[in-house]
């Protein structure tokens, strides 16, 4: 992440910029030279890729047990399945839409060790379509939680209908602090988040809430300790241990 600049830019959108500043400021400099107002348009388009591009460096405190969104984007699914592959037992799938002006970057949902990343092609279906998240491209990670969290957590990247390009730094044995930046999909998408269903799970989120990457909370697991984690959700993190109540 770029931190330098009044508006922090994902690393990952450098080579789009450069080339929508090039491209784009030729056009404007051609529209401009004709008439004034035609450069308009090509410079609206432009602040549109650099804002695309933003990466916001987030803080927050967490509880035990929390699990925190892992983009940016509406909820579109929230829903008890009777199982799914690296889960043991029933489970909650929390599905968030990336619209093309949401922020992009995926977030850890919570401070876990990733014990598998699997990229599957597909198709490029509209990301709120029901079958997106079957049908189409994406980036599967399974994820163990820190003790005690109940694990393992799924969490896929799904491609969408302009979103074509799926990016995961995280890899197999890594280690992600909750709120810890892992990647992004560019230009609309959807990320789907798959956690163990408990007698005591909480789903914190409804269909139609906004969510913000690393700030919000979607759901809270039954975790038996009064750990307290300080997360400084940007390419840094921190946690600190608070004495039970």
Known sequence: ML?????PIATEGMREIVWSTLILGALA??????AWPLAVPFIIVWLWVISFFRDPRRIRTYRAGDLCAPADGTVTEVSELDGYDGIIGPAWRVGIF???FNVHVNRAPVS????????????????????????????TLVIEPDPPMPGPLVLRQVAGMVARRIICH??????????????????????????????NTEIM????????????????????QA???VGLTGDENQQVSAPAA
């Open 3 to 7: 931190q330098r600049f009044p508006l």
């Open 170 to 199: 995280a890899k197999a044995g890594d280690h992600l602090a909750i709120g810890e930046r892992f990647g992004m999909i560019k230009f609309g998408s959807r990320t789907e988040l798959i956690i163990p269903r408990r007698a």
């Open 112 to 139: 876990a060790r990733v014990r598998a990343v699997l990229h599957r092609p597909g198709e490029f279906l509209d990301a709120r379509h029901k079958e997106s998240g079957r049908r189409n491209e994406s980036n």
């Open 227 to 229: 750990e307290v984690n």
């Open 29 to 34: 400099a051609g529209g401009a030279w004709l």
């Open 98 to 100: 990336l619209s093309i």
């Open 205 to 224: 989120v409804r269909v139609g809430d906004a969510v913000r990457g690393g700030l919000t909370i979607i759901a809270r697991q039954p975790s038996g």
